[in-house]
């Protein structure tokens, strides 16, 4: 099948890869010129496992093609996705659909045959009735079909979670596009993935529902380590004793920072405001929300017992600061809350991460970034293990810290509080 991605950010380029492995051919565009050229060098935007090989793989094929012309693209092509970005509004709640409603506009002069137009976006209930109201502006209903079609992939993981996926989600009331893209979707269906399909709305909302059931169960095991910490129990204990019940699942059930990324703080919110929009209250998903941005504040005091309250002039350093492993991504990570706290402090902050020195910290006095785990951690008073890579997992902290009195405070719970006594090591964890 002919296929365009609308935009080669992580969920545009990983889907429109896997597409052309898969044997469709698949053009993914870009208005970033500079995303586009490196792309079709072969230098890959985003940090993802396996997916350079991937890439410069079906480009030499030929089954994927780059470009950023956005007309000539969908006119060659029957199946459109839009990959687009849904940032959060300036108002800090609502979806910013500028992107969405942009790229409606611009293909409407591209379709002179019929085409399935898609929402891979997160985008909120109602809008794919909006594109197909701005489509039909200018083109014949018979000539296009508007499908919600949500992305569940994670990144760090992106290329399994895209080729094995649990389920794929169709939301469209269309039989013909349904039948094309049940066969589009045919091998991974045949690999056991579920196929759905719902109404157009009910695909949008399960998309944003099912990023809220998971932030809550974050947030939900996030608040209990805090009760843990009070009763000397274990979290890990708790994780594991309700994980194991099937109605639960222990995915998603491990304490730690707050939750960040470019998903769940935004979907959280966007879900919350549609509420609003039709006069209902998602309270659950509001406390969420409030719970999850004090965590950030909750674990600072914690950093400051553990020093004691002598912040100034400590050395601190963390241990990744993307918002999970396996990723180069910072959207809403809780290190760019707690660090610049940090500093404001007296602290002075070194960092390492596996995907190299971050724009972000760039501009802030007092952070230096370390191109090794043995240079990051080597005059440290406290070391934050922020990130679950798993460069972190076996780390000799005596060997490689100069001051014998350094500090551990685990935020990922990956190292065991036991072994850590054993080794005289003052040792901090999550829920514990
Ligand atoms: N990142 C994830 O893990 C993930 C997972 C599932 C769903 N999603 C959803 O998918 C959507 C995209 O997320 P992302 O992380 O891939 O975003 P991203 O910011 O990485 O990529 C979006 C891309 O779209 C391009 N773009 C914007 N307007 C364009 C236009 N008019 N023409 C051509 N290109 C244009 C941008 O230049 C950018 O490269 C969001 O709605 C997000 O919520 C993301």
Same mark, same amino acid.
């Given at each position: 099948m002919k296929l365009c991605m609308i935009g080669t950010g992580y969920v545009g380029l990983v889907s429109g890869v896997c597409f052309s492995d898969l044997g469709n051919d698949v053009i993914c565009v870009d208005h970033d010129q500079k995303k586009i050229e490196n792309l079709k060098k072969g230098i890959i935007p985003i940090y993802e496992p396996?997916?350079?090989?991937?890439?410069?793989?079906?480009?030499?094929? =030929?089954?994927?093609?780059?470009?950023?012309?956005?007309?000539?693209?969908?006119? +060659?092509?029957?199946i459109i996705f839009i990959c687009v970005g849904t940032p959060t509004k300036k108002n800090g709640i609502n979806a910013d659909l500028n992107q969405i409603y942009n790229v409606?506009?611009?293909?409407?002069?591209?379709?002179? =045959?019929?085409?399935?137009?898609?929402? +891979?976006?997160?985008?909120?209930?109602?809008t794919g009735d909006e594109i197909q109201k701005i489509i039909s502006n200018k083109v014949p209903k018979k000539l296009f079909s508007v499908v919600s079609n949500p992305e569940f992939?994670?990144?760090?993981?992106?290329?399994?979670?895209?080729?094995?996926?649990?389920?794929?989600?169709i939301g469209t009331n269309d039989n013909r596009s349904n039948k094309i893209l049940k066969n589009l979707y045919s091998p991974l269906i045949s690999k056991g993935a579920k196929y759905i399909n719902t109404s157009r709305r009910a695909a949008e909302l399960i998309k944003y529902a099912s990023n809220a059931f998971l932030a809550t169960k974050i947030t939900f095991i996030n608040e209990l380590a805090n009760l843990c910490e009070k009763i000397d129990v274990n979290i890990e204990d708790i994780s594991i004793g309700m994980g194991l019940d099937k109605r639960i699942g222990g995915r998603f059930l491990r304490a730690g920072p707050a939750y960040g990324g470019s998903c769940f703080p935004k979907d959280t919110?966007?879900?919350?405001?549609?509420?609003?929009?039709?006069?209902?209250?998602?309270?659950?998903?509001?406390?969420?929300?409030?719970?999850?941005?004090?965590?950030?504040?909750?674990?600072?005091?914690?950093?400051f017992n553990i020093l004691k309250g002598k912040i100034k002039n400590k050395k601190i350093c963390f241990l990744?600061?993307?918002?999970?492993?396996?990723?180069?991504?910072?959207?809403?990570?809780?290190?760019?809350?707690?660090?610049?706290?940090?500093?404001?402090?007296?602290?002075?902050?070194?960092?390492?991460?596996p995907t190299g020195e971050k724009n972000d910290f760039? +501009?802030?006095?007092?952070?230096?970034?370390?191109?090794?785990?043995?240079?990051?951690? =080597?005059?440290?008073?406290?070391?934050?293990?922020?990130?679950?890579?798993?460069?972190? =997992?076996?780390?000799?902290f005596k060997k490689n810290v100069q001051n014998k009195k350094f500090k551990i405070f685990d935020m990922r719970n990956i190292y065991s509080?036991?072994?850590?006594?054993?080794?005289?090591?003052?040792?901090?964890s999550i829920g514990n």
């Open positions: 396996g997916l350079d090989e991937l890439v410069v793989k079906n480009y030499k094929n =030929k089954r994927l093609k780059f470009s950023t012309n956005l007309n000539e693209s969908v006119e +060659k092509s029957d409606a506009k611009k293909i409407r002069s591209s379709i002179s =045959k019929f085409k399935i137009i898609i929402t +891979k976006s997160t985008v909120p209930v109602t992939l994670r990144e760090g993981e992106a290329l399994r979670d895209f080729i094995y996926p649990d389920r794929v989600v919110k966007a879900i919350t405001a549609t509420a609003k929009e039709f006069k209902t209250n998602l309270s659950v998903i509001k406390s969420v929300i409030k719970s999850n941005e004090n965590r950030s504040s909750l674990l600072l005091k914690r950093v990744g600061v993307t918002f999970k492993a396996n990723t180069d991504d910072m959207r809403d990570s809780s290190s760019l809350a707690m660090i610049p706290s940090l500093i404001k402090k007296g602290a002075k902050i070194n960092y390492f991460d760039k +501009k802030l006095k007092n952070v230096i970034f370390s191109n090794s785990i043995p240079k990051a951690i =080597k005059d440290s008073d406290l070391i934050i293990i922020h990130t679950e890579w798993n460069d972190f =997992k076996s780390i000799d509080p036991n072994k850590m006594k054993e080794l005289k090591i003052k040792y901090f």
